[in-house]
């Protein structure tokens, strides 16, 4: 049984920019989460997806969008890009019956210059 | 983002101690889990717990359900090296499916030798 995994690992991009991050689910898991950690804080719940489509949203702005694929990855896309959209962006997958149990990616470190 | 109140905000305890950490929210949650994040990885999922009243073990690892649902408490006996890392509390939310998790703002533990 394979782990969340994501990618890429490290980025670097310009203010204005647009980004793509990736995810794959652990086997089995139907439900992808995403996350936003900025340094010293806890993970903020950017959006869930689940059987393709947006599950329930945080407080983020609209530039921030995602997809989910039918063999459940993931993608967190990032328009127009902020010097504090700078974090690392975490990944989580879950069966949408095990309620809160969220297994997590090692996350994507984004910085934003 | 919301965040929930986590104490105490770090530690400093010898190899061996007994560690307790709680975690606090002005709102009530259906389930609370606890996490333990190592430096460059994701969250790992430690304990879950559903129910309030709720007392959990896991190895060294004992957490509970607050009664009003709207607290939890980890508890680690004996503690090793590997040990160390930043703990988050996290409550989850489901309402019509749409679920929400909440981190807190992590609890910080270092071993002195």
């Known amino acids: 049984e394979t782990g969340v995994t994501q990618s890429p690992t490290h980025l670097i991009k310009t203010r204005g920019q647009q980004v793509t991050l990736r995810c794959s689910s652990q086997?089995?898991?139907?439900?992808v989460s995403w996350y936003q950690q900025a340094l010293g804080q806890g993970p903020q719940f950017i959006f869930q997806y689940y059987r393709e489509e947006e599950n329930g949203r945080g407080n983020f702005p609209p530039r921030f969008s995602g997809l989910q694929f039918p063999n459940y990855s993931s993608e967190l896309n990032v328009n127009a890009l902020e010097l504090d959209d700078s974090a690392l962006y975490l990944c989580?997958?879950?069966?949408?019956?095990?309620?809160?149990?969220?297994?997590f990616g090692p996350g994507t470190r984004l910085t934003v210059t | 983002g919301q965040q929930l109140n986590q104490s105490p905000q770090s530690m400093f305890i010898q190899e061996g101690e007994d560690v307790s950490m709680n975690c606090t929210s002005s709102?009530?949650?259906?389930?609370w889990l606890w996490y333990k994040q190592d430096p460059g990885e994701g969250p790992v999922l430690l304990i879950a717990?559903?129910?309030?009243?709720e007392l959990t073990s896991n190895g060294r690892l004992t957490a509970q359900f607050g009664i009003t649902r709207k607290d939890s408490f980890l508890n680690i006996s004996a503690s090793i090296p590997s040990d160390v890392g930043i703990y988050f509390c996290?409550?989850?939310?489901?309402?019509?499916?749409?679920?929400?998790?909440?981190f807190g703002t992590g609890t910080r533990l270092t071993i002195i030798p």
């Open positions: 086997s089995g898991h139907n439900t």
């Open positions: 717990l559903y129910k309030a009243g």
């Open positions: 989580a997958s879950s069966l949408k019956q095990a309620l809160g149990e969220q297994y």
């Open positions: 996290a409550g989850l939310i489901s309402n019509f499916g749409n679920e929400k998790l909440t």
């Open positions: 709102s009530i949650f259906n389930t």
